[in-house]
C-alpha cells in the first residue's frame, strides 16, 4: 500500500463521526440525510465528514435515479488491516514469549519452594 493512500485512511478513521458513519454504512448504503439523522450537526458538516471519507476510498456514491446513496468500500479498510496485522503477529509473539517466561518461573517456584528462615531472638 502507498503512503499517501495509508495515511489518507488512517487520518479518515481519526474522526469518531466518520467511524460512525462507516458502522453505519457497513450494515448497507444510506443517503447523506440518513447518514445526518444521528448527529447533532448540519447536513453541510456531514456532507465534508463524508468528502474526506470519500477521497480516503473508504466510501462511494452512487445515483440512484433522485437518490445518491453512499457505500462503504472495502479495499482501504482491508490494506490498514493488513498493515496492522504485522504489528499484531509480533505482538502476540511477545506475548507468546512473556506467557512462556512466566509459566517457566512458576515452574522454577513449585520446585524449589522458599525457605523460610528461623526467627532468632535478640541476643540477651
Not at 469518531?16 to 440525510?33: D, F, H, K, Q
Not at 445518491?68 to 488491516?81: F, G, S, V
Request: aromatic residues 4%; proline residues 6%.
Amino acid at each position: 500500500m502507498q503512503s499517501h493512500h495509508l495515511d489518507a485512511t488512517f487520518a479518515a478513521l481519526a474522526d469518531p463521526t466518520r467511524r460512525a458513519i462507516l458502522a453505519r454504512l457497513s450494515t448497507g448504503e444510506a443517503t447523506v440525510m440518513e447518514l445526518a439523522e444521528p448527529f447533532a450537526m448540519s447536513q453541510p458538516a456531514i456532507s465534508k465528514h463524508l468528502k474526506v471519507l470519500e477521497r480516503a476510498g473508504l466510501i462511494s456514491r452512487g445515483r440512484d435515479a433522485q437518490r445518491r446513496p453512499c457505500r462503504i468500500e472495502a479495499a482501504p479498510l482491508e490494506e490498514a488491516n493488513g498493515w496492522l496485522e504485522r504489528y499484531r503477529q509480533i505482538w502476540e509473539h511477545n506475548y507468546q514469549r512473556l506467557d512462556a517466561l512466566l509459566d517457566e518461573l512458576k515452574a522454577g517456584k513449585k520446585q524449589n519452594p522458599p525457605q523460610r528462615k528461623k526467627r532468632q531472638g535478640a541476643p540477651r
